[in-house]
């Protein structure tokens, strides 16, 4: 369960955030969309603590994450969150599983190979593993990316935008990739722009100048 109370963040002197509180419990599958600055990614960015609230408190299966220690946000985000970018952030000059790899090695994965070849295999990429990451197509990296988010068996999955840079073949791939996650028991909160794909999800929150203006169950 992930549970936002009274939060409010500001950027400078702009609440970008407004005394937001949401659950999200029974559904795995959510999205968040909303105009461009309306709050989406920094909300989302919170969640998986690669930001903080002024005040309120974020709580993900009943433990208060505002409170974590430096350690604790990067077992958290290490473990239990994937997260799927725009941009990828991958490391270009590095084949596809050195990529994958990566959180296991932090994570200390004693069979990083089986482990990454699992992966790959789940979003159809195991054929490319020892390719370079800048040789792929964009919908490759995206699944890649994919992989790299669920290789430590996260409970979440945070996707800002992930069809942002993908045309709309691809772009079906990686969402219908995400739904199934979801129906497997990943939660997934998915940010987009995109109304087509939001309502592949289970519920559609719209955020608008950093208040929740609708929720929606589908
Ligand atoms: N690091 C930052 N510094 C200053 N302002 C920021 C920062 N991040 C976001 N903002 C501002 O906060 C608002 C919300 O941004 P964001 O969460 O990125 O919206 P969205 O993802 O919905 O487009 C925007 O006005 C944006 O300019
Ligand atoms: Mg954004």
Redesign the pocket.
Known sequence: MIELKNICKS??D?M?IKDLSLVIEKENFVSIV??????????LNMIGTLDFPDSGIISVDNINISKFSQREIAEYRNRKIGFVFQSFFLEPSFDVFHNVAVPLYISGEKDIQKRVEEVLKLVGMNDYIKKKVSKLSGGEQQRVCIARAIVNNPEIILA?EPCGNLDSTNSAIIIDLLKTLAENGKKVVL?THDMDDARKSERIVT?GD?MIMSDELL
């Open positions: 950027f400078d702009a970008v909303g105009k461009s600055g309306s709050g989406k990614t920094t909300l800002d940010v955020l950093g």
